[in-house]
């Protein structure tokens, strides 16, 4: 068994490498925009040999296992060499190199085929997909000790795909309805089964909120017990509000009491204050009135003695002098 495919016209300036060990083909391509690989790989096969939708999941799980944001973009179904094979797309966000892979499986005479595409960046992808698809369209498989043949014959080329279309053509038309229908049923499946994570998120989230909406019914029939207390609250706080503020009246009048008792008390000091100072002059005002008795006296007696006038008019003066000194001392 052997695997006959177009490389030379198609991947001729690609970067070559052959492992013979494995059975793989390895091409490379280098530019400023992006990398580009494309592998040719052949493994034997358990007996009996497994389905294809099984090698393609082998495959993901293996990658998932060593990437963790590898992401499925879809599953389909196609043709290699006139044969069943599985496609399966997926990409790769690690944040160190981001891709984005085509695989896609066959399965021939107890031999698995595996090609794989790949594109670095994921934006680079459909560069050489165009091309990936020519080398794909033109594999066939052979008896053959060899286990690949690069063909160079063009009008062998030419055969094989007039035969493939042929053949395609053919499976088309014995497609049964029922099938295409199942097929597309499984593909939808396929599709739910990606989403089903965020649809358990979902039915978790649906349930949470059926259990706040059971709360809030029993609730609902709290309600109006709830506004009465509420009401009540409500009174209370207005009643603590008026005492509040008929506290903070209190006090301020308190205040202003205090204030003009301090106010009586400072004025009553300062009069006590005078008074003590006045008592200690009272003996100097006695004396200084015993004096006015006695001038008073004199101004008598020279009023009686006319011839004595300048005399008497000297004591007035001193009088008066006297008067205004107490008069002083008084205030």
Do not use: C
Request: aromatic share 8%.
């Amino acid at each position: 068994m052997s695997l006959i495919i177009d490389i030379l016209d198609n991947l001729g300036n690609w970067n070559r490498e052959e492992i013979d060990s494995t059975r793989t083909l390895a091409f490379n391509k280098k530019e400023l925009n992006g990398v580009w690989s494309f592998y040719i790989q052949i493994e034997d096969s358990p007996d009996p040999p497994p389905d294809l939708d099984d090698i393609a999941q082998r495959f993901v799980n293996d990658f998932k296992s060593k990437r963790s944001n590898l992401k499925v973009e879809s599953y389909s179904d196609r043709l290699i060499g006139n044969k069943a094979a599985k496609t399966v797309l997926w990409f790769d966000n690690d944040g160190k190199q981001d891709e984005k892979v085509m695989q896609v499986f066959a399965i021939y005479q107890m031999r698995i085929f595996i090609f794989t595409y790949i594109a670095v960046p994921p934006e680079a992808y459909s560069v050489y997909l165009p091309l990936i698809q020519k080398v794909l369209s033109s594999v066939t498989f052979a008896d053959r000790e060899d286990w690949y043949i690069e063909r160079r014959n063009p009008r062998e080329d030419e055969e094989r795909r007039t035969w493939q279309m042929m053949e395609s053509q053919q499976a088309a038309r014995i497609k049964h309805p029922e099938i295409v229908k199942m097929e597309q049923q499984l593909d939808q499946l396929r599709q739910q089964e990606q989403q089903l994570p965020e649809v358990i998120k979902i039915e978790q989230q649906v349930l949470q909120l059926s259990q706040q909406l059971d709360q809030l019914r029993q609730q609902e029939q709290q309600l109006p017990e709830v506004i009465k207390i509420e009401q009540l609250i409500d009174q209370r706080w207005k009643q603590i509000e008026q005492l509040r503020f008929f506290q903070a009246r209190q006090l301020l009048l308190q205040g202003i009491i205090q204030d003009e008792k301090k106010g009586q008390e400072e004025m009553l000091q300062q009069q006590i204050d005078q008074l003590r100072q006045q008592e200690q002059q009272l003996p100097e005002v006695i004396k200084i009135e015993q004096q006015v008795l006695q001038l008073s006296q004199q101004l008598d007696q020279l009023r009686q003695q006319e011839q004595q006038l300048p005399e008497v008019i000297k004591i007035e003066q001193q009088i008066a002098q006297l008067r205004q000194q107490i008069n002083s001392l008084s205030a």
